[in-house]
């Protein structure tokens, strides 16, 4: 079966601190992805990634980096947490199937809160 | 820019009636739809798909329909259920790229 693993379903913390949000997925995709999904924006790309050790930004990359070191994980990282980041992260990994599209598989989300 | 947009945030619908949720999208790159559903505190789960290169896709009491020329896609879901009640985004891509959501359709299914 199928999954994508993030590391805390709920977190709290400090405005300036330092977070890191974790993912494994077992399904052996290229492709990775870090959203954010605040109530009436829908879901909004943060990063993604093709491949191990790249990666690309989404449309509000800002405040964020990521990391992937491994192909089954991939670390989105809060440089220095601000109440505004506070949202729902939600973690999901794709196939690379040259010509053909995949859905992309999503985990159970962290609910981030930064006081 | 929104590419891909839901103009109905909330829908609600007697139990054994058709649910219809709508989407629209800007990009003709586009070529892969899906729609997915969300419960609240939980990732969302894939629902159904289609390629640009149909017009309709059934999976059971889900069917999706694609009106490339309007741009536009819906999904129909009968007959609905109280536990269809949920958050539903749909998403679109084009081929190795990126998946653009967007922002969601609350359905109720009343009993």
């Known amino acids: 079966d199928v999954k994508v693993t993030q590391s805390s379903r709920y977190l709290v913390k400090r405005t300036g601190e330092k977070v890191f949000l974790e993912c494994v997925q077992d399904?052996?995709?290229?492709?990775m992805f870090w959203y954010r999904q605040d109530p009436g924006l829908g879901l909004r790309l943060i990063y993604f990634?093709?491949?191990?050790?790249?990666?690309e930004k989404g449309d509000i990359p800002e405040g964020y980096s990521v990391s992937r070191e491994k192909k089954e994980r991939f670390s989105l990282i809060l440089e220095s947490a601000s109440t505004n980041q506070t949202s729902m992260y939600l973690c999901?990994?794709?196939?690379?199937?040259?010509?053909?599209?995949?859905?992309?598989?999503f985990g159970q989300g962290t609910r981030l809160t930064v006081v | 820019d929104q590419q891909v947009k839901q103009n109905s945030p909330s829908l609600s619908v007697q139990e054994g009636r058709i649910s219809i949720l709508n989407c629209d999208y800007t990009?003709?790159?586009?070529?892969?739809f899906l729609w997915y559903k969300k419960y609240p505190a939980e990732g969302p789960t894939f629902l159904i798909s289609?390629?640009?290169?149909?017009d309709k896709n059934e999976d059971g009491r889900f069917t999706v329909f694609l009106n490339k020329s309007a741009k536009h896609l819906s999904l129909h879901i009968v007959p609905s259920q109280p536990g269809d009640s949920a958050v539903y985004f749909c998403?679109?891509?084009?081929?190795?790229?990126?998946?653009?959501f967007g922002t969601g359709t609350s359905l109720t299914v009343i009993p």
């Open positions: 999901a990994s794709s196939l690379s199937d040259q010509g053909k599209n995949t859905e992309a598989f």
């Open positions: 289609i390629s640009s290169i149909k």
């Open positions: 998403a679109a891509s084009a081929i190795g790229n990126q998946f653009y």
């Open positions: 399904m052996d995709h290229e492709n």
């Open positions: 990634s093709y491949d191990v050790k790249m990666k």
């Open positions: 990009n003709s790159m586009f070529d892969y």
